[in-house]
């Protein structure tokens, strides 16, 4: 009997992979590592997510293994986090780019002379020349394209080498192998041309300096579109300030925003960035928060209010009190789920890998048919019509568009969602949240605020609204139950003063009773006024009516009179009606499941359009409900914020938590909505659809290209048509296919949610 053994996860970055098999090959050298279970390494984001067991894996060990590969590891140092290492990744991409345009340039510099030699034949002034001169003409082009090879192709051919010795191979392999054996031949033709049938010896040197060129053209150009599509990411790195301004003995001092401990007084002035989570003690201010949650109207944030880190204070000086610092504020864990998303695999791109783990390998057995087939049937000169033919094969596979095609755009998509406050977890989530077709929400706090708040006040004909608002909240001012916040917030928000109480009682499920101004006030249930001698049968009809709206009245009485009533509801966000009629207009089920009473259920559903309703279910009991949906045929996306949500939430084909939720509701989401607002339920699927559409694009387009490109390369319809591809062509195009991938998935930045294109609050 086995025991299973703890796991811990690292993330690394990975240098030098240029294509699906390079992923495959990272993903099976880290698998052999001691301790290593698991390992899922990401083409887009350059990166690798290990699961190892503690104590059984050695770090060195993976980066040499790696290393004799050919492939770089990099792990954070001490003290140092992922998101420096890969801030540090940012820098050397461009300077990749920048050494891939100096190799292309050499490339153009020696390679025209030799294109210009390969086509004399075709050229005015050079069609006559003699054959020695010719044959010199061939020995110059044979020594530039030496450098070519050995300085601009340099890295396909080590690439190539360390997969042989690894008895693997890649698309450095293909490149490699093709424009090797293309110059191998043409040397043979130019220094031995007695090997071959007179007249047929005519090397082809102009197509390995160009085939080298234009692919580390298209390398140049990936990289620089690969770059554009991590913006997303890098704004959310770069909303952490690097310093802060913290009061320590009575001294403001500044000090890197790193060393800010819970319980320091950070002090953020007007245009200045929020470098912690917190909560406000002193100010006034109007804080954005448009890059952290699409919100893009400034929030009023004053005392006691939270305040997140990476957020950019506009207006007034805010004292702040640090709550979470570090890898705990809001913005460092919201930049952690982005990048763990954009390095995860939906299921779709599981296929298309096993499927490039036999790509390179089946292309090279398609380029060894090629040549034999040409050799033994093809036209004169054979040996030079199945030399192009092959390496013609070899040079138009291209497995990077393959690689390339699901996680660029997943990336894009990610970085994108988060924009507009939508936190994908996992690609898994965001494949099936396109299939959904069943809304289930939570009531409280997810189409509600999830707070109490003042909605009636109902007074007896001598009273007026105010006066009778004015002593209930003076009344209730000695207790901390959210009801009575509701009432003294409401009462502030009218602008009305508030007289003290005095001899403040409270009795726990029925009311409380105070002295304001002489009178003594009785606020609760009508049973606690009977049971005080005062008669609420003049108040139970307007109760009546506000308990049939979902709402909890409570009976006032002053002296031995009933006053009036008043009432407090959980409020229905401004958005919710708006944003579930659009749910159904996209042909989606929505119902709505919750613990509250039945009455107070459906007057929510009927003031938000849900016509499914279930009523007084238990925690436990959802999650059951979400498997008898899901047994009905549905998909099923959940919405929920709270404890007592999250085994519905993991029940759910897609778990959606509300960003104002618990962290247990967070975790057992795929998606959290930061903006605490149902639009974003609507913007998910729209980007899930969005995302897999563009998918499907990059992969039949990857797909295409390979099933029609590599028959044409090897001359499948030359005794037809007459078509035979040239090896630079092949080139071209094998460079140019994933620049295409990458430009169509970058496309996805331009999305926008329906809700937003239409002007939707």
Same mark, same amino acid.
């Given at each position: 009997?086995?025991?299973?053994?703890?796991?811990?996860?690292?993330?690394?970055?990975?240098?030098?992979?240029?294509?699906?098999?390079?992923?495959?090959?990272?993903?099976?050298?880290?698998?052999?590592?001691?301790?290593?279970?698991?390992?899922?390494?990401?083409?887009?984001?350059?990166?690798?997510?290990?699961?190892?067991?503690?104590?059984?894996?050695?770090?060195?060990?993976?980066?040499?293994?790696?290393?004799?590969?050919?492939?770089?590891?990099?792990?954070?140092?001490?003290?140092?986090?992922?998101?420096?290492?890969?801030?540090?990744?940012?820098?050397?991409?461009?300077?990749?780019?920048?050494?891939?345009?100096?190799?292309?340039?050499?490339?153009?510099?020696?390679?025209?002379?030799?294109?210009?030699?390969?086509?004399?034949?075709?050229?005015?002034?050079?069609?006559?020349?003699?054959?020695?001169?010719?044959?010199?003409?061939?020995?110059?082009?044979?020594?530039?394209?030496?450098?070519?090879?050995?300085?601009?192709?340099?890295?396909?051919?080590?690439?190539?080498?360390?997969?042989?010795?690894?008895?693997?191979?890649?698309?450095?392999?293909?490149?490699?192998?093709?424009?090797?054996?293309?110059?191998?031949?043409?040397?043979?033709?130019?220094?031995?041309?007695?090997?071959?049938?007179?007249?047929?010896?005519?090397?082809?040197?102009?197509?390995?300096?160009?085939?080298?060129?234009?692919?580390?053209?298209?390398?140049?150009?990936?990289?620089?579109?690969?770059?554009?599509?991590?913006?997303?990411?890098?704004?959310?790195?770069?909303?952490?300030?690097?310093?802060?301004?913290?009061?320590?003995?009575?001294?403001?001092?500044?000090?890197?925003?790193?060393?800010?401990?819970?319980?320091?007084?950070?002090?953020?002035?007007?245009?200045?960035?929020?470098?912690?989570?917190?909560?406000?003690?002193?100010?006034?201010?109007?804080?954005?928060?448009?890059?952290?949650?699409?919100?893009?109207?400034?929030?009023?944030?004053?005392?006691?209010?939270? =305040? #997140?880190? *990476?957020?950019?204070?506009?207006? &007034? +000086? @805010?004292?702040?009190? !640090?709550?979470?610092?570090? $890898?705990?504020?809001?913005?460092?864990?919201?930049?952690?789920?982005?990048?763990?998303?954009?390095?995860?695999?939906?299921?779709?791109?599981?296929?298309?890998?096993?499927?490039?783990?036999?790509?390179?390998?089946?292309?090279?057995?398609?380029?060894?048919?090629?040549?034999?087939?040409?050799?033994?049937?093809?036209?004169?000169?054979?040996?030079?019509?199945?030399?192009?033919?092959?390496?013609?094969?070899?040079?138009?596979?291209?497995?990077?568009?393959?690689?390339?095609?699901?996680?660029?755009?997943?990336? =894009? #998509?990610? *970085?994108?969602?988060?924009?507009? &406050? +939508? @936190?994908?977890?996992? !690609?898994?989530?965001?494949? $099936?949240?396109?299939?959904?077709?069943?809304?289930?929400?939570?009531?409280?706090?997810?189409?509600?605020?999830?707070?109490?708040?003042?909605?009636?006040?109902?007074?007896?004909?001598?009273?007026?609204?105010?006066?009778?608002?004015?002593?209930?909240?003076?009344?209730?001012?000695?207790?901390?139950?959210?009801?009575?916040?509701?009432?003294?917030?409401?009462?502030?928000?009218?602008?009305?003063?508030?007289?003290?109480?005095?001899?403040?009682?409270?009795?726990?499920?029925?009311?409380?009773?105070?002295?304001?101004?002489?009178?003594?006030?009785?606020?609760?249930?009508?049973?606690?006024?009977?049971?005080?001698?005062?008669?609420?049968?003049?108040?139970?009809?307007?109760?009546?009516?506000?308990?049939?709206?979902?709402?909890?009245?409570?009976?006032?009485?002053?002296?031995?009179?009933?006053?009036?009533?008043?009432?407090?509801?959980?409020?229905?966000?401004?958005?919710?009606?708006?944003?579930?009629?659009?749910?159904?207009?996209?042909?989606?089920?929505?119902?709505?499941?919750?613990?509250?009473?039945?009455?107070?259920?459906?007057?929510?559903?009927?003031?938000?359009?849900?016509?499914?309703?279930?009523?007084?279910?238990?925690?436990?009991?959802?999650?059951?409900?979400?498997?008898?949906?899901?047994?009905?045929?549905?998909?099923?996306?959940?919405?929920?914020?709270?404890?007592?949500?999250?085994?519905?939430?993991?029940?759910?084909?897609?778990?959606?938590?509300?960003?104002?939720?618990?962290?247990?509701?967070?975790?057992?989401?795929?998606?959290?909505?930061?903006?605490?607002?149902?639009?974003?339920?609507?913007?998910?699927?729209?980007?899930?659809?969005?995302?897999?559409?563009?998918?499907?694009?990059?992969?039949?387009?990857?797909?295409?290209?390979?099933?029609?490109?590599?028959?044409?390369?090897?001359?499948?319809?030359?005794?037809?048509?007459?078509?035979?591809?040239?090896?630079?062509?092949?080139?071209?195009?094998?460079?140019?296919?994933?620049?295409?991938?990458?430009?169509?998935?970058?496309?996805?930045?331009?999305?926008?949610?329906?809700?937003?294109?239409?002007?939707?609050?």
């Amino acid at each position: 009997m086995s025991s299973v053994q703890a796991s811990a996860t690292q993330e690394v970055s990975i240098s030098g992979m240029h294509c699906a098999a390079c992923v495959t090959r990272v993903e099976r050298i880290l698998e052999r590592v001691p301790g290593v279970q698991d390992a899922s390494v990401s083409l887009a984001t350059e990166t690798a997510r290990i699961a190892f067991v503690p104590g059984a894996f050695d770090p060195t060990a993976m980066i040499e293994a790696v290393a004799d590969a050919g492939y770089d590891v990099e792990l954070p140092s001490e003290g140092e986090e992922l998101d420096d290492v890969l801030r540090r990744r940012e820098a050397e991409r461009e300077a990749e780019y920048g050494s891939l345009l100096k190799r292309v340039r050499v490339g153009i510099v020696l390679g025209l002379p030799v294109v210009v030699v390969g086509h004399a034949q075709f050229l005015p002034g050079l069609s006559q020349l003699s054959h020695d001169t010719l044959r010199m003409l061939w020995v110059v082009s044979g020594v530039l394209t030496v450098p070519i090879i050995t300085y601009v192709g340099r890295s396909f051919f080590v690439g190539a080498w360390k997969a042989f010795w690894q008895r693997d191979a890649t698309m450095d392999t293909l490149v490699a192998l093709g424009t090797g054996a293309a110059w191998a031949y043409s040397t043979v033709a130019v220094v031995w041309p007695a090997v071959f049938p007179e007249g047929t010896a005519h090397p082809f040197y102009e197509a390995v300096a160009v085939v080298i060129t234009l692919v580390v053209l298209g390398q140049a150009l990936e990289v620089r579109a690969r770059g554009r599509t991590s913006q997303a990411m890098r704004r959310l790195m770069d909303l952490q300030p690097l310093t802060a301004f913290v009061v320590r003995q009575e001294v403001e001092q500044e000090i890197p925003a790193a060393e800010v401990l819970v319980g320091d007084l950070v002090i953020v002035r007007p245009g200045e960035k929020v470098p912690v989570d917190g909560e406000v003690v002193d100010g006034v201010s109007a804080v954005d928060e448009s890059l952290l949650t699409g919100e893009s109207i400034p929030a009023d944030r004053g005392a006691g209010d939270p =305040v #997140a880190g *990476g957020t950019l204070n506009t207006t &007034g +000086v @805010l004292r702040i009190r !640090a709550t979470r610092v570090g $890898r705990d504020t809001v913005l460092a864990r919201i930049v952690s789920m982005v990048r763990e998303a954009q390095g995860s695999k939906p299921p779709i791109q599981r296929v298309v890998d096993v499927i490039a783990g036999y790509f390179v390998p089946a292309v090279m057995i398609i380029a060894v048919i090629t040549f034999a087939v040409w050799y033994n049937v093809g036209p004169q000169p054979v040996l030079s019509f199945a030399a192009v033919a092959a390496v013609a094969v070899l040079v138009i596979a291209c497995p990077c568009a393959l690689g390339l095609a699901t996680p660029i755009s997943v990336m =894009v #998509a990610v *970085g994108k969602a988060a924009e507009h &406050g +939508v @936190l994908i977890r996992n !690609a898994e989530g965001l494949q $099936r949240a396109r299939t959904v077709d069943t809304i289930v929400l939570d009531k409280t706090g997810t189409i509600t605020m999830g707070r109490p708040a003042l909605t009636d006040v109902r007074p007896m004909p001598e009273w007026s609204e105010d006066e009778l608002l004015s002593l209930v909240a003076a009344a209730e001012a000695g207790s901390e139950h959210p009801v009575a916040k509701a009432i003294r917030d409401g009462a502030t928000g009218r602008g009305l003063s508030v007289a003290p109480a005095n001899d403040f009682a409270s009795l726990p499920g029925r009311g409380i009773r105070a002295e304001v101004g002489g009178r003594i006030l009785r606020v609760g249930t009508a049973d606690f006024l009977e049971d005080e001698g005062i008669s609420t049968a003049a108040l139970s009809s307007l109760a009546q009516d506000l308990s049939a709206h979902g709402k909890s009245p409570l009976f006032v009485g002053i002296g031995q009179e009933p006053a009036g009533v008043v009432a407090v509801a959980d409020p229905v966000k401004p958005d919710s009606a708006d944003t579930i009629r659009h749910l159904r207009g996209m042909g989606l089920h929505v119902v709505m499941i919750t613990g509250d009473h039945s009455e107070t259920a459906a007057a929510i559903a009927r003031e938000v359009g849900i016509e499914e309703v279930y009523a007084r279910v238990l925690p436990h009991e959802k999650a059951a409900r979400v498997v008898a949906l899901q047994g009905e045929g549905r998909v099923v996306l959940m919405v929920g914020d709270g404890v007592n949500d999250a085994p519905a939430l993991a029940q759910a084909d897609v778990g959606c938590a509300m960003g104002s939720g618990t962290d247990v509701a967070m975790e057992a989401g795929d998606i959290t909505l930061i903006r605490n607002s149902l639009e974003g339920v609507i913007a998910a699927i729209e980007i899930s659809h969005a995302t897999f559409r563009n998918v499907r694009q990059n992969l039949v387009g990857a797909f295409a290209y390979n099933v029609l490109g590599i028959p044409v390369a090897a001359g499948v319809f030359y005794p037809v048509f007459g078509i035979l591809l040239s090896p630079v062509v092949a080139g071209a195009a094998m460079a140019f296919s994933s620049v295409t991938v990458v430009s169509n998935a970058n496309r996805l930045r331009a999305f926008t949610p329906s809700r937003l294109a239409a002007g939707a609050p």
